[in-house]
């Protein structure tokens, strides 16, 4: 079928955000390639235990669980008339220069947790920029899924990079090589950021019009349940940890082959994300849900069922596939449920009530798991998942305000 002019320019417009969300989520997950070499530096040049480096890693994830504020001071105070571009500049030549600096000059205890903390806001103020932009083109589009899973395909094709090289440059190079490679990634982003991202230019100082926009959303019972539903949903108690020790006590799995699963899992991760991206706009998104529970559940059920490496490498492939599409129709329904002009706010607060919810199921795993065991707590995590079907007929795609006018689709 021909294409006329109109449909040529949106399949241009589309396709330039496709390069923006997949760079700066390929840039978030390629900020991880000196992490390795990095430990090891730790380990035997700083002399640092494991508690002391888990500590210095803990400190950095600090600023992740702000994001909420990032949004509200993107939708709310534009820099030089933008509310995400302004942003995502200055926070990438932050993050070219503090790695430019460590290719220099190295590190010390004291310049690694204040770049870490420095670069954590960054890369996060970034990741709040990048989903609000999603969330508005998204919406304008119909595109929230389709965007999301290019975010999410490009992020684990930096996992897989990263699980590759990682090990190759911790054995034969160093950190400060990492921190150099990241850099000239970073500046292959803001160059295209710079040139290709166009946004329309806000001529007031304060964007009054997040506070009406948050205000109304907090009033909102559709909204309340739709959180409460993602919080059940991604609260099935954790048995990742318990089923790691399985791996290396009783199947004697190395940590060579128990890394290689996890990048096999990433690997096959990008295929989900085109499946999602192929099918999302193609079926509705409460049967998408349905059926994400669904299998999620079952899924959860087979891991009573794991005798030997063969099995192991199998879940991996095809639950990489899957879990990366059950991820994604959570991840698009928050996107469609966000409120207009506070986007940054409430899609950061969503995933943080998200990320709430998956620490929390860390610590009620690794709080059953020595009194019931390995197997009750898969059964646990599979039935609390199923559990969430009921939400499933009270869900709306159309969260409306006082007024009855609509906050997204």
Not at 243 to 254: A, E, G, S, T
Not at 274 to 279: A, M, N, Q, S
Not at 317 to 343: N, R, W
Request: proline letters at 2%; hydrophobic letters at 50%; one cysteine or more.
């Amino acid at each position: 079928m021909k294409l006329n002019r109109n449909q040529i320019k949106m399949k241009i417009k589309y396709f330039k955000y496709y390069i923006l969300f997949a760079l700066i989520y390929f840039g978030q997950g390629i900020y991880h390639l000196p992490y390795q070499s990095l430990e090891l530096w730790l380990k035997k040049v700083m002399g640092l235990g494991v508690d002391k480096v888990a500590y210095i890693s803990a400190f950095a994830t600090i600023p992740w669980t702000i994001k909420p504020l990032y949004g509200i001071i993107s939708d709310t105070f534009p820099i030089c008339g933008y509310r995400r571009k302004s942003y995502l500049i200055i926070n990438y030549i932050l993050i070219v220069l503090t790695g430019l600096y460590i290719f220099s000059y190295g590190l010390t205890i004291s310049s690694l947790l204040i770049i870490n903390v420095l670069c954590a806001i960054a890369f996060a103020m970034n990741d709040v920029c990048c989903d609000s932009i999603m969330v508005e083109k998204g919406q304008e589009f119909n595109m929230t899924g389709v965007f999301q899973s290019v975010q999410w395909g490009a992020s684990s094709i930096a996992s897989v990079l990263v699980g590759l090289f990682g090990g190759l440059i911790a054995q034969y190079l160093n950190y400060q090589i990492a921190y150099l490679f990241v850099s000239i990634v970073t500046i292959g982003i803001l160059l295209f950021l710079v040139k290709n991202y166009k946004e329309k230019k806000r001529t007031e100082k304060i964007n009054t019009k997040s506070f009406i926009g948050i205000k109304k959303a907090i009033k909102n019972k559709q909204l309340w349940l739709a959180l409460v539903f993602l919080f059940c949903l991604w609260f099935s108690p954790s048995f990742g940890l318990a089923l790691r020790w399985k791996m290396r006590d009783v199947l004697h799995f190395n940590e060579l082959f128990i890394g290689l699963l996890g990048t096999t899992g990433a690997g096959f991760g990008i295929l989900g994300a085109i499946i999602y991206g192929k099918i999302c706009r193609k079926v509705p998104l409460k049967k998408l849900l349905t059926w994400s529970i669904i299998f999620s559940g079952a899924t959860t059920f087979c891991f009573l069922y794991y005798p030997n490496w063969i099995i192991a490498l199998v879940y991996a492939i095809l639950f990489g596939i899957f879990g990366m599409i059950s991820h994604l129709v959570v991840l698009d329904y928050s996107a469609k449920i966000t409120p207009k002009e506070a986007e940054g706010f409430a899609f950061a607060g969503i995933c943080s009530i998200l990320n709430l919810s998956g620490m929390l199921s860390g610590v009620v795993g690794g709080f059953l798991y020595p009194i019931i065991g390995l197997n009750w707590l898969i059964i646990i995590s599979g039935t609390f998942t199923l559990l969430c079907l009921f939400f499933i007929p009270h869900l709306k795609l159309e969260i409306k305000n006082e007024d009855n006018s609509i906050l997204s689709r």
